[in-house]
Structures are given as structure tokens and as C-alpha cells.
């Protein structure tokens, strides 16, 4: 089963429009943490955020805000006024502390910003 | 540049052939992570070390593969008898504990004919 599903495959936004990429995660574990990395054209994952389980705050980084919602399961993120160097894919994944180390990634969302 | 750093970045190979890819990790870094990132997927977990030892490993990960992280430090990737399928992205990242963020190398781009 998939434990972290990104629904949105693609999204094209007109520069300055806002945007939010969804993330819904599957666990059993009550500590988890939740991530998202961006991967631009030149192909490198580059670290966002990092969320526990046990910190429901949303989170505000400039442009980018995050909305941890554990009712939904969902880590949602947002951002605002879109720019064209936000273009790239982005990626949620998911840590559980008590059943293994490895990072569970979606497949991923497609953000192309329009000039 | 104290990063996650990976070689060769580009690797064109035959079938049957054997590679090898290289990774450094975050010199501070005990955790070292191997992913293997095809067209349109995240990443999928292959392995990984806490120092030198290999503590876990993926069903992903065939009898072709094995690596290594002689001494904790850096780490290596073989695939032996390379097939088609193997063609992929192999991302290595590093991690200072199971709580944290990894970060991630270039990647090494691996093709196979």
C-alpha cells in the first residue's frame, strides 16, 4: 500500500498565482516525520521541512507555508506568488521512528509556473 | 562544498557489464542512504548504513547488488551483470539520525544498453 500519495500528478500556475500541492500519508506508528523536498530541472532533491508528528503548527518560511493537519492525515504545502524558479517537482515523504529507517516518498507533483 | 557528493555522475554501460558508483557522505553523517529514482517515481529505499554496517536492505535490492561503507565513511554501489532495467537514477543521502533530514547527492545517472 502506498503510504504517501501525492494526487496531483502535474499543476501549471500563472507566475504570481498561489499554489498548494497536496500530501496524504498512511501509518500506524504515533511518531512519524513528515518531509518535502523540492527536485529542480538539474535533478537534485533539495530539503524544504521537516514536521513531527507531535507538532501540529503550520509553518511559515517566506513564500512557503505548510499545513499539518493529523485528522486528515495530510501535510499540505502552499506557495505563495508563485515564481517561475519555483518550477520543479516536488516531493512528500514520510520517517516512522518505530518500524524502519527509510524515507517513504510519493511520486511526486510537477509544478510548472508560467511565465 | 560539504555536501552529499556522488561519482560518476553519468554512466553508460552494456548489459552484463559490472558498475560501481561512489558516495560521500556529510563528514559529520552517520547514516548513509541509497535510492534508486526512476522517470516520474520518488525515490525508492535500496539500503542503508549506520557507520559501516549494512542494517537494512530493500526486496529491491537483487543478488546483483551489493555495497559496501568500508571504515563508515564512504560507500559503494555494484551492480554485477547489469540488465536493462537497472537504468535509473541512484541517489545517495546522508542523515545525522533516523529523526533527521537526509540530504541528497546529484545522483549518479546510470544507463544501460
Redesign the interface.
Known amino acids: 500500500a502506498q503510504k ?1 500519495t501525492q494526487a496531483q500528478t502535474e499543476i501549471s500556475v500563472v507566475e504570481k498565482e498561489d499554489v498548494t500541492l497536496d500530501c496524504v500519508y498512511e501509518t500506524r506508528d504515533t511518531t512519524y ?1 513528515l ?1 518535502w ?1 523540492k527536485q529542480p530541472p ?6 524544504l521541512i ?1 514536521r ?1 508528528s507531535f507538532d501540529e503548527q503550520n509553518e511559515i518560511s517566506g513564500r512557503y507555508s505548510w499545513n499539518f493537519q493529523k485528522s486528515t492525515s495530510s501535510f499540505n504545502f502552499t506557495i505563495t506568488a508563485s515564481q517561475v524558479v519555483d518550477s520543479a517537482v516536488y ?1 512528500c ?1 514520510l ?1 516512522e ?1 518505530n518500524t ?9 507533483t510537477s509544478l510548472t509556473v508560467i511565465p | 562544498d560539504t555536501g552529499v557528493s556522488q561519482d560518476p555522475r553519468h554512466k553508460i554501460t552494456k548489459r552484463g557489464q559490472n558498475v560501481t558508483f561512489r558516495c560521500d557522505p556529510i563528514s559529520e553523517h552517520n547514516r548513509l542512504y541509497w535510492y534508486r529514482q526512476t522517470l516520474g517515481q520518488g525515490p525508492e529505499f535500496l539500503t542503508y548504513f549506520q557507520n559501516e554496517a549494512q542494517l537494512e536492505k530493500s526486496r529491491l535490492l537483487s543478488d546483483r547488488f551489493s555495497a559496501e561503507r568500508p571504515k563508515g565513511s564512504f560507500s559503494t554501489l555494484e551492480i554485477q551483470r547489469t540488465e536493462q532495467g537497472d537504468s535509473a537514477m541512484y541517489l545517495c543521502a546522508s542523515s545525522r539520525d533516523r529523526t533527521y533530514e537526509q540530504y541528497f547527492g546529484p545522483g549518479t545517472r546510470l544507463t544501460v544498453t
Open positions: 504517501v516525520y518531509f523536498y538539474s535533478g537534485e532533491l533539495v530539503f521537516r513531527n516531493f515523504a520517517s521512528v524502519g529507517n527509510q524515507f517513504y516518498f510519493g511520486t511526486g
